[in-house]
């Protein structure tokens, strides 16, 4: 679903409020309309309508949700987020709270190359602290910050989604997007736990092809897609199970929220190997 699809459903059941029907759907096409027509002010959404006034400043974390709900047109969102990774036209940057978004926004316009040499030095820097939990800052030692955060864990939930490619589809994992964003590495391996066991992953990745080891738990069904490189570049062929292999056109998984229709593989229960040429 899409946050349009969201705010229909939400409408349609009164999961929140009760209020009339069609409100939300009308306030996201409503939003979007607004969002748009200032656009274009600094090349960003603006961080706020204080009083009737557009704010003048620009910042990372209302631009990585404009971006993740799905507000204006892909040019705008794209033009955005590059303004909000421009230390010379960005105000206000994410900090250890919202980096999660400003990444998964970067991943669903597949602008997230950088992102992994800003997690090793960001969380690198804790590890050389010898720290056993995540910070509430990167400044949390001279700043007399906390030292155990939840969000600060996100990484685990980035590289989930890139470096392993899994993102659900559905509810436990039921049906799960398979879609690896390698970034630098050349190889991955790494699980996660669902209600119906691990799902497991490795992959081995050369300049020619990609080799990815795949277990999918009981009852549950893998859409799996080439994956998406930094340098653009595609592989053209699929094999499944050593035998080449016809995908067809599904719903795969760009970040947690967002969906894109690709030539992609559906795999049952049971241990793979999928092959990219």
Do not use: K
Not at 129 to 157: D, I, K, M, V, Y
Not at 197 to 218: F, K, N
Request: glycine share 8%; with cysteine; charged share 20%.
């Amino acid at each position: 679903m899409n946050t349009q699809d969201d705010a229909a459903f939400i409408s349609r059941h009164d999961l929140v409020y009760d209020r009339p029907p069609g409100c939300w759907q009308d306030g996201f096409v409503q939003g979007n309309g607004s969002l748009g027509a200032v656009f274009f002010a600094r090349q960003a959404w603006p961080d706020g309508i204080y009083d009737g006034q557009v704010s003048a400043r620009v910042s990372q974390s209302t631009n990585a949700v404009a971006v993740l709900a799905g507000f204006g047109t892909e040019v705008q969102r794209r033009a955005a987020m590059t303004t909000a990774l421009d230390p010379r036209r960005c105000d206000v940057h994410s900090g250890m709270n919202m980096m999660a978004l400003l990444h998964e926004a970067l991943q669903a316009l597949g602008m997230d190359a950088a992102v992994p040499d800003r997690i090793r030095r960001t969380w690198g820097r804790m590890l050389e602290h010898g720290a056993t939990t995540t910070w509430e800052s990167e400044e949390a030692l001279e700043r007399h910050q906390g030292l155990c955060f939840g969000f600060g864990a996100h990484p685990l939930n980035y590289l989930a989604r890139t470096a392993l490619g899994v993102v659900p589809l559905e509810p436990g994992y039921r049906r799960f997007s398979v879609r690896l964003v390698p970034h630098d590495m050349t190889h991955v391996r790494g699980s996660i736990a669902t209600p119906r066991g691990l799902i497991e992953i490795e992959a081995t990745r050369t300049d020619a092809s990609l080799t990815l080891q795949l277990t999918v738990p009981a009852d549950c069904e893998a859409v799996v897609a080439a994956p998406r490189l930094d340098s653009g570049s595609t592989f053209a062929n699929i094999t499944g199970d050593n035998n080449p292999a016809a995908p067809h056109a599904r719903p795969v998984a760009s970040c947690t929220f967002l969906r894109e229709t690709l030539p992609a593989l559906c795999m049952t229960a049971g241990s793979h190997e999928v092959t990219f040429t």
